[in-house]
């Protein structure tokens, strides 16, 4: 959940990345107590024999059996219905989509469809396609396929998929050849690109700002190499963006 | 005798090819290597080492009756195992290599985009080494059932290891049919026109990885029940004792983890698109599995409790039954992390997932197959090891494989 080189979270864009690191942190002190209880419990019961002797006739104690079936239970149940909530709750948003996006998998790249509704009421909108930079010697000085200063390898593209900030969206994940990911966890998103399917995933970005992501399904070869990049912008600017290739 | 320790005995020594090759190469080398990483260590290391070695050697013992009841089907368990292997360091070979993963989910692995002899050979190899599990099983049941002391459901009677191979057994035998039927759609999908897993012709990726996981998930169980016998007899000797502390616990625990391994496969298909409710009856169900595994987490503490341990005079083998409770244990806490869906977009196919698995196998079920050898050592070959070298043996992995899979929890 980090990115490269780091150790803590990434910044977290929407509600539903930043519910399920809530999640995460909330599952992981139930863990981290439970650890803490097995590795007490472990190094009492090392020790205990040099210090009480042997006890070779302990075998069954059906009472403490029962509360440690129970107790992990509970914690059980309360573990369940935080992620119940988390799942139920991202799954929908409350108010109308604005925005709608197809997000196409291929070998070894993705294609990204923008679409919205103007005043009457038609569908207008563009497509375009994101490669990742290529580890190659520019062809010119303007050649944009290729990794320039500054450029992440592996994680910068040539063309970001663009969306606006506090607007509820809709994306719509679809692939042409094999399976594909499209994951972008800043934003608590992966969804699968599987041929012949369509899979949906709801998206509403609270701030501006670049996240980045990557294919998660084995796809071939070049798997490594086809990244994702979400410039989350301004509606305003969301709108001039729209505009432009119509 | 000789004829179940030989069979036993090539069984064990299917340690091989174990480990990808450590320089990197661009292409599809990479993906081929780490393909066969998991096809080797899971069906060739320790599936054999573990059911087959420990199955065929203490099975008889433990009931003592003087060999399992079909010794001619063991021979050809044996014989198929050995077959596949060839066949799977084939496909590794060839051209092309295996690059589309253990998991070989289609359209990747079906023909348009992975030709060639590489995913057949694969496929014929999982077919026979399903054969072996599945005549190794039917044997192991049949000995299990037929020649038991006393009553099969006198829980009371039955060691550890007999009860966990039993579990192990029921589950290849109603798992891997279900790998097979998978495996020969995607065979006549490939070379018959047929359309199981092409859209355009009706067809679902999705069955596939319907069909993989209902075997997938059994199956990683199948690799850990063996183990958790293994660690159950380790820990009642170190601690001389009689049997495992709340031993009838204990079995109820190992077949309700075996039963529930069949109802929780779609947690490995949490993003693939499936319905809302689906995807919380799995994060429900897999939740569900941490029970029983806690209830055989504190009855081995428990066992542990008043036994006399020290570094000096402890077997070698109690190491490394210590360390797999322990790191097991964390194991398992990853793997109740990554049974909510909802987490599931942040996790998803990442290193998490890679940490998990090798906490619980390279830890879990690898760990019970060194303690295990430790341990009955001296009794398959009547030589005394020394014990500085089989505790620096210890030393050495524990600290390897935590230094390895620790750090992918980031």
Request: hydrophobic share 50%; with cysteine.
């Amino acid at each position: 959940m980090s990115q490269w080189g780091g150790t803590y979270y990434q910044m977290t864009f929407t509600s539903a990345s930043s519910m399920s690191k809530l999640l995460y942190e909330s599952i992981m002190n139930i863990n981290c107590f439970v650890m803490t209880i097995v590795v007490c419990s472990m190094t009492m019961a090392i020790w205990s024999g040099m210090l009480v002797g042997h006890c070779r006739k302990w075998l069954k104690y059906e009472l403490l059996e029962a509360i440690w079936t129970a107790v992990p239970a509970l914690l059980i149940w309360w573990i369940s219905s935080m992620s119940f909530f988390v799942l139920y709750t991202n799954a929908e948003h409350k108010e109308p989509t604005y925005f709608y996006s197809v997000i196409t998998g291929h070998q070894w790249y993705w294609t990204y469809q923008y679409a919205l509704v103007n005043e009457k009421k038609e569908f207008f909108g563009f497509e375009h396609d994101s490669y990742g930079l290529l580890l190659d010697e520019p062809s010119s000085s303007d050649d944009e396929t290729v990794l320039s200063k500054g450029d992440m390898y592996l994680m910068d593209v040539d063309l970001p998929f663009v969306i606006p900030q506090g607007m509820p969206g809709e994306l719509l994940v679809a692939s042409d050849d094999v399976i594909h990911s499209w994951s972008v966890p800043a934003l608590g998103i992966t969804v699968d690109a599987v041929p012949g399917r369509l899979n949906r995933s709801p998206i509403l970005a609270k701030t501006v700002g670049v996240a980045y992501g990557h294919c998660r399904e084995l796809c071939g070869v070049n798997h490594h190499a086809m990244p994702i990049v979400v410039e989350i912008v301004t509606p305003k600017t969301y709108m001039k963006f729209m505009e432009q290739d119509s | 005798w000789s004829g179940v320790f030989g069979l036993s005995l090539s069984h064990c020594m299917r340690i091989e090819l174990s480990h990808p090759g450590e320089w990197l190469q661009v292409g599809y080398m990479y993906h081929s290597i780490m393909t066969m990483h998991a096809f080797m260590m899971i069906f060739f290391f320790v599936m054999p080492t573990s059911i087959g070695g420990l199955g065929n050697w203490f099975i008889p013992l433990m009931i003592k009756i003087k060999d399992l009841s079909m010794p001619r089907l063991n021979n050809l368990s044996v014989w198929l195992a050995l077959g596949s292997l060839f066949l799977m360091c084939m496909a590794f070979l060839s051209s092309g290599g295996l690059g589309c993963g253990w998991t070989m989910y289609p359209p990747l692995s079906n023909s348009e985009f992975m030709d060639g002899l590489p995913i057949d050979l694969a496929v014929f190899s999982l077919h026979m080494a399903g054969m072996s599990s599945i005549a190794g099983s039917i044997n192991f049941l049949v000995t299990i059932f037929n020649m038991r002391m006393g009553a099969l459901f006198f829980m009371s009677l039955n060691p550890m290891l007999i009860w966990t191979l039993f579990g192990t057994s029921i589950l290849l035998v109603t798992s891997v049919p279900v790998l097979a039927a998978g495996l020969t759609l995607l065979l006549l999908d490939r070379h018959f026109s047929t359309s199981f897993y092409y859209p355009e012709g009706g067809g679902d990726p999705i069955l596939w990885q319907h069909l993989f996981w209902f075997f997938g998930h059994p199956e990683v169980y199948i690799l850990i029940l063996p183990a958790f016998g293994v660690i159950s007899h380790i820990l009642c000797r170190s601690s001389a004792k009689l049997h495992v502390f709340g031993k009838i616990g204990m079995s109820w625990a190992s077949m309700g983890i075996a039963w529930m391994g069949f109802l929780v496969w779609g947690h490995h298909m949490f993003v693939a698109g499936l319905d809302i409710d689906t995807r919380a009856y799995f994060t429900a169900a897999t939740l569900m599995i941490a029970v029983p595994t806690g209830v055989k987490v504190f009855n081995w503490l428990a066992t542990i409790f008043g036994g006399v341990y020290s570094l000096k005079h402890s077997h070698p083998s109690t190491f490394w039954a210590i360390g797999f409770v322990l790191l097991f244990t964390i194991g398992g806490l990853t793997g109740v992390i990554l049974a909510n869906a909802a987490l599931s977009t942040l996790l998803h196919d990442s290193y998490y997932v890679v940490a998990h698995f090798h906490y619980v196998l390279s830890m879990g079920a690898v760990f019970a197959i060194f303690g295990g050898f430790w341990f009955w050592f001296p009794f398959w070959t009547g030589m005394v090891p020394r014990k500085d070298l089989v505790l620096t043996h210890f030393m050495l992995t524990f600290i390897g494989v935590n230094f390895t899979f620790f750090p992918m929890h980031w």
